[in-house]
């Protein structure tokens, strides 16, 4: 589909220090991929801009991860800190990144990333393809894949209950087992729609009095609100308060 975004370092631009490497050679494609060398120790990412933070936790098993450039163009701040003792860290690694402009708009927002994970080979690019074959228009094949993921995916409540920090979505896994939280809907419903070229937000934020995760999905060039978990588990939510998006 026109539009997809599938991530890469190439290795074109790259910077190297304290075993993290970074590699932001398509910042214009509205991300970047980090890796850190495996060890014992935490690692935590942060991407600042303008005075706007997001933090991440890194893998730290040596593995490329795929992380947003979601504020915009501008110069922004890649830092890396390594767990110095319990909740204590200090930095070890932190590179400046201008990003003069995008080659889509909403770049950031058709390709995977750390919180919405999915590749080529995932079972749900397949299910996307097959939901959305016959059909043309963004608005029917969200309405497809809402749909699909209603009559496909349960709420956990028992997973919501026990949930531990640190926690992302294992996409294929949530739908083997037909069962997901809130962040796994919300970044379910993100991956199958990106993997047909539809730009949407995963956002986390309040419902109401409630942390929750949601989606903003751009349909005819007006970001709409949909939120999986609330149609699957039947809930009134009243307010909405978005805190970030990915």
Sequence with gaps: C??????????DKVA?????EIDYSHA??????????????R?????????????????SDGAWEVFPLQLGTGSYAVKVFKQASGNKYSSVSS?????????DDNACFLCPNQYVSYNEKSELVSISQEL??????DADKVRAIRDWIKSNVNYDYVLALSLQS????ELDNVISKKMGICFDFSALMGALLRSQGIPTQMVMG????????????????????????????????????EEAVY
Aim: one cysteine or more; a neutral charge; proline letters at 2%.
């Design 2 to 11: 026109e539009g997809i975004v599938w991530p890469q370092a190439s290795g």
């Design 16 to 20: 190297n220090k304290g075993g993290t």
């Design 28 to 41: 214009e494609d509205g991300y970047i991929m980090i890796r850190q060398k495996a060890g014992n120790k």
């Design 43 to 59: 690692y935590k990412l942060r991407i600042e801009k303008d005075a706007q933070t997001y933090t991440y936790d890194l893998n």
């Design 95 to 103: 590179q400046k990144i201008k990003v003069s402009a995008f080659n």
């Design 132 to 137: 959305c074959a016959e059909i043309t228009d």
């Design 166 to 169: 640190g926690y992302l979505p």
């Design 206 to 241: 309040y419902a109401d009095i409630t942390y929750h995760a949601w989606n903003n999905i751009l349909i005819d060039g007006e970001w709409v609100r949909y939120d999986a978990t609330s149609a699957v588990t039947h809930t009134n939510i009243k307010q909405y308060t």
